[in-house]
Nanobody, 124 residues
Framework: QVQLVESGGGSVQPGGSLRLSCVAS????????MGWFRQAPGKKREGVAV???????KHAESVKGRFTVSEDDAKNTLYLQMDKVRLEDTGIYYC??????????????????WGQGTQVTVSS
């Protein structure tokens, strides 16, 4: 059972920056996909950015040019650098992992392990 722990959420003004982190208890799989998802109040969970362990990455259109996903293999940690945030970026951000698969999907249904989430609030 993989455990994922997110941190780094908080309150930020529009145009500001935040960096989220997600530490995985293990990443010993031959292949995997790992990513960030978010859920705003009253809305469905949506994919933000994902990577696989072969160097592949994908960002949602709504965050391209503003958010950057990266991974530190040595630390079993996934990051999400959030720049130029907007009011609509508010929500709970979750880290997710699917083992033995490198599909780089933004569909939350494709992922099997989830963190508890961290709140991001963008307000002026």
């Amino acid at each position: 059972q993989v455990q994922l722990v997110e941190s780094g959420g908080g309150s930020v003004q529009p145009g500001g920056s935040l960096r989220l982190s997600c530490v995985a208890s293990e990443l010993s799989f031959r292949s995997y996909s790992m990513g960030w998802f978010r859920q705003a109040p009253g809305k469905k969970r949506e994919g933000v950015a994902v990577v696989n362990n072969y160097g592949g990455a994908k960002h949602a259109e709504s965050v391209k040019g503003r958010f950057t996903v990266s991974e530190d293999d040595a630390k079993n940690t996934l990051y999400l650098q959030m720049d130029k945030v907007r009011l609509e970026d508010t929500g709970i951000y979750y880290c997710a992992l699917r083992s033995r698969w490198a599909g780089i999907s933004l569909d939350p249904d494709d992922y099997e392990y989830w963190g508890q989430g961290t709140q991001v609030t963008v307000s002026s």
